[in-house]
């Protein structure tokens, strides 16, 4: 069952969707709520990315209810280093958007950023922004360039950046902090970093990269239960 924090509609949808959560979802979502930058480690079908995104959700759940609706505004920026790992989580995050809007008259919107993305697209997206903009480092730094997508950009709360040791030691790693530096710039303020990633060790360093600032690390990696039968 999701903590209590969380709102009954959600709890809902979590319940006739999946059973307990995982160990990493449960620390990941602790530090999230505290409002913490949280780097989340730990291997592929662990939960990460909804460890990431169900406390946004929820709280846009919360203020679409207590406002009568939400305005179209960017809250979350999710940064992937793949396009089609862009895609992909589009699409998985299609499925708890319309089911919670089922529960709930609250619409989340999201929308894809990326080379791929057609013209009227994207000028129907600086028209209505989404509540969450999937993009990938170079959209980003290409979204932060220009005046009208800039602008799109300073309501963000929170950014997450998914398979962060993908481009840690690289050209595009150096890059994307930039990026992330320019974002808080652009913003006015310092939003709340999520970092998900794959084990590594030393897994403070990865921590290091997402932000310079105190950072909660829930490192999962290591440890994996065993069902053995003879």
Not at 7 to 22: A, K
């Amino acid at each position: 069952m999701l903590p209590q924090d969380f709102h009954p509609v959600v709890r809902q949808w979590w319940e006739s969707r999946f059973g307990e959560p995982t160990a990493a979802q449960l620390d990941g979502w602790r530090a999230i709520r505290r409002g913490e930058h949280t780097l989340i480690a730990a291997p592929a079908g662990s939960g990460k990315t909804l460890a990431a995104f169900l406390t946004s959700i929820d709280g846009l759940l919360k203020e679409g209810l207590e406002k009568g609706g939400l305005p179209d505004e960017v809250r979350v920026i999710y940064v992937s280093p793949l396009k089609a790992l862009s895609a992909d989580i589009h699409k998985n995050l299609a499925t708890p958007r319309r089911e919670i809007h089922a529960l709930s008259p609250v619409k989340i919107t999201a929308a894809v950023r990326s080379g791929d993305t057609p013209q009227a697209e994207r000028a129907a997206m600086l028209r209505t922004p989404p509540h969450i903009l999937v993009t990938t480092p170079e959209s980003l730094y290409l979204l932060l360039t220009a005046e009208r997508p800039r602008e799109m950009l300073k309501t963000a709360q929170v950014v997450i950046v998914d398979e962060i040791h993908a481009v840690l030691q690289s050209r595009r790693g150096a890059h994307l902090a930039l990026s992330l530096e320019r974002l808080d710039q652009v913003c006015g303020r310092k939003l709340q970093r999520i970092g998900l990633s794959a084990t590594q060790k030393p897994i403070e360093e990865v921590a290091r990269f997402l932000t310079n600032e105190p950072c909660s690390i829930v490192d999962k990696g290591h440890k994996r239960k065993i069902d053995l039968a003879i």
